[in-house]
């Protein structure tokens, strides 16, 4: 299994920058994709940003040139840079981990961290 813990979020005005941090244990090394989501009240569960074992990044289109996700595989932490924040960006972001296993994959996540921006 894998356990995801996030932690970095908080209040912030608008304009300004946090960054997320995900770290991961149990069996890391069978860890591919590790991705970021959030989910605003009363909203679904949307993409933020994903990266490759290999380090290949896809972003959500909303969050290209503000948003940067980053992975330190040797200490299994992945970040979420986020810069020029918006009220909109408000929402609980969460984590995701996908890793293999013998029969296919699976996929964890994490409880969530709050990100609150403030106009």
């Known amino acids: 299994q894998v356990q995801l813990v996030e932690s970095g979020g908080g209040l912030v005005q608008a304009g300004g920058s946090l960054r997320l941090s995900c770290a991961a244990s149990g069996r890391t090394s069978s860890i591919n994709t590790m991705a970021w989501y959030r989910q605003a009240p009363g909203k679904q569960r949307d993409l933020v940003a994903s990266i490759g074992s290999g380090g290949s990044t896809n972003y959500a289109d909303s969050m290209k040139g503000r948003f940067t996700i980053s992975r330190d595989n040797a200490k299994n932490i992945v970040y979420l840079q986020m810069n020029s924040l918006k009220p909109e960006d408000t929402a609980v972001y969460y984590c995701?981990?996908?890793?293999?296993?013998?029969?296919?994959?699976?996929?964890?996540w994490g409880q969530g961290t709050q990100v609150t921006v403030s106009s």
């Open positions: 995701k981990a996908s890793y293999s296993i013998a029969w296919g994959s699976l996929d964890a």
